[in-house]
């Protein structure tokens, strides 16, 4: 099978290079040119070809599991999961996963809207003016975990966060929780974060008015990058 790859390769690349790269003779190359191929080997490069273009076809996104069901349910080619795998290793063809994205932020519920009190104006004079709340994903083996952070204006720091299998307004909670009691804020303090339910949550909203927060909200997309 090397030298079927480096027969499709040499209007790319010079033969001694491929030869190197691949660590086979070019008199074994040129015996194999001159051979008659066997059916295996027809079969084979019958696979592979088809093979090629299947993961062409989805832009590099097959791995050998789709292009086999490819193969076989589209272009009725006979051949089992195995001998795919097989052919698109020595190919070196493998599936490209797109990225895959979790939704945070749900706006789309009954409870109350804080008015936005910062405007995009993200500056802060001192400590504890301005905190910027918002939650994250990070991808598990075990699936996905939720973090929700607090950063000060002023500082850039994260002052609170906190982590969670779910997205609820007792992650948010915790994460304002370890703000308040790192920071022990003095003055007027604005919480603000986007419109998702934990942050609209009464959970939260009762704690930002027992410790005297001033609770602002604006739209998905509008806090700073």
């Known amino acids: 099978m090397r030298y079927a790859w480096i027969d499709q390769q040499r209007d790319r690349y010079p033969l001694k290079l491929l030869c190197r790269v691949l660590q086979v003779a070019r008199s074994g190359y040129y015996v194999w040119r001159r051979r008659e191929p066997s059916p295996s080997a027809r079969r084979r490069q ?127 909670c915790a994460a304002l929780e370890m703000a308040l009691r790192r920071r022990c804020p003095q003055g007027e303090l604005v919480h603000h974060s986007d419109r998702g339910v934990p942050h609209a949550s009464g959970a939260l909203r009762s704690l930002l008015q027992r410790e005297g927060l001033t609770m602002s909200m604006s739209r998905k997309g509008d806090l700073p990058a």
């Open 46 to 172: 019958q696979i592979g070809q088809a093979a090629e273009q299947s993961h062409r076809d989805s832009h590099g996104t097959y791995g050998y599991r789709r292009v086999h069901r490819d193969l076989v349910d589209d272009q009725k080619i006979a051949c089992c999961r195995e001998t795919v795998r097989r052919v698109m290793g020595e190919l070196g063809l493998s599936g490209r996963h797109k990225r895959r994205f979790v939704k945070t932020t749900n706006s789309n519920h009954e409870e109350p809207i804080a008015a936005n009190r910062l405007q995009r104006d993200f500056t802060a004079t001192r400590p504890d003016q301005k905190w910027l709340a918002d939650i994250t994903y990070l991808r598990l083996t075990e699936g996905w975990l939720y973090l929700a952070v607090i950063l000060d204006c002023f500082s850039r720091r994260i002052v609170g966060w906190s982590l969670s299998r779910q997205i609820d307004a007792a992650l948010v």
